[in-house]
C-alpha cells in the first residue's frame, strides 16, 4: 500500500468536530482494502472520507447521505471525475445488485431502524468478492447505565453478540474486531473509571463546548481531550469491550 494522503484542504475540513481522530482512524484502516476498488461510502457527510478512499486507490467512489445540505457540500468540495455523491437511503439503495466492491458503513447502523433492510441492501449491492466494512458503537461503553441511548440521534445500539447476529443474516463471513484508542481520552480521564462519574459526564458533557473541554483537558492533563487518528488501533483481542466495533463482512 502507499503513504495514506491527506491533503492541506482535506485535512482542515472536519478538523473542527471533536471525533475527528476516531472517524479518520476508521477510513485509515479502510484504505488497506481499498486499491482498484468500486467503493460506496454509506453515511458519508461532507465528504471526506469519500474523497480520502479515493485519492488512496479507489478506482471510483460514490458516497452517500440523507442530508441533502451535506451532499451539496460534499459535492462542493470533494466531487471530482471518479468521486460523486447522492442523496439516499441505505434501506433502499438505489444501484444495480453486485456494483461496488468495497463498502465503508461507519457508525450508521446505529442510528436507522430497519436494520436488517439496510444490511440486505449492502449486501446486494456488493460484488461476489467484495468486502463491506462496518463499524458500530458498543452499546456496553455507550449507553449500559440508560434505556435508551445517550446520543439523541442513535436509534438501537449494539453488544458484541448483537452485532455478531446482526451481521450473520447478511453475510457468509465476518471479522468482528474493536477500535481502541491508545491513550485515555477526556471522557476516560474525567469519569476515572468510575461508573456514576461515567454516566454524569454522558448526561452533561454536550453543555459544554468541547473546544472549551480541550482547553481544560491541556491544561490539567498535558494532552488534548480527544485523541488524534494516530491513536487509534484495530485488535481482536478484549473485542467485547471495544468503543467501537469494526466489522469486516463478506458475501
Not at 90 to 100: G, M, Q, S
Not at 202 to 225: C, M, Q, T
Request: glycine share 8%; hydrophobic share 40%; net charge neutral.
Amino acid at each position: 500500500m502507499g503513504v495514506l494522503r491527506l491533503n492541506s484542504d482535506s485535512a482542515e475540513f472536519g478538523r473542527d468536530t471533536p471525533w475527528w481522530g476516531e472517524y479518520l482512524a476508521q477510513y485509515k484502516q479502510a484504505s488497506r482494502y481499498v486499491r482498484g476498488m468500486r467503493v460506496l461510502d454509506i453515511g458519508c457527510g461532507r465528504g471526506f472520507g469519500s474523497r480520502f478512499l479515493f485519492d488512496n486507490g479507489a478506482v471510483s467512489v460514490t458516497g452517500i447521505d440523507l442530508s441533502s445540505s451535506d451532499i451539496l457540500k460534499a459535492q462542493e468540495v470533494y466531487g471530482r471525475d471518479g468521486v460523486g455523491f447522492v442523496v439516499a437511503d441505505v434501506k433502499n439503495l438505489p444501484f444495480a445488485p453486485k456494483t461496488f466492491d468495497m463498502i465503508t458503513c461507519f457508525q450508521v447502523i446505529e442510528r436507522i431502524p430497519s436494520i436488517d433492510q439496510a444490511l440486505q441492501q449492502v449486501a446486494r449491492v456488493l460484488a461476489p468478492n467484495g468486502v463491506a466494512l462496518i463499524s458500530t458503537v458498543n452499546r456496553k461503553r455507550f449507553s449500559e447505565l440508560t434505556e435508551a441511548p445517550v446520543e439523541r440521534e442513535h436509534i438501537q445500539e449494539y453488544d458484541y453478540e448483537e452485532v455478531k447476529q446482526l451481521l450473520k443474516r447478511s453475510f457468509s463471513t465476518f471479522d468482528i474486531q474493536g477500535l481502541f484508542c491508545t491513550r485515555l481520552m477526556g471522557p476516560d480521564l474525567l469519569a476515572g473509571g468510575n461508573k456514576t462519574l461515567e454516566f454524569l459526564r454522558n448526561r452533561f458533557e454536550n453543555h459544554i463546548p468541547w473546544k472549551l473541554r480541550d482547553v481544560v483537558a491541556k491544561k490539567v492533563f498535558g494532552v488534548s481531550y480527544y485523541p488524534d487518528e494516530t491513536e487509534y488501533v484495530l485488535r481482536s483481542i478484549g473485542v467485547q469491550e471495544a468503543s467501537i466495533f469494526y466489522s469486516v463482512c463478506r458475501k
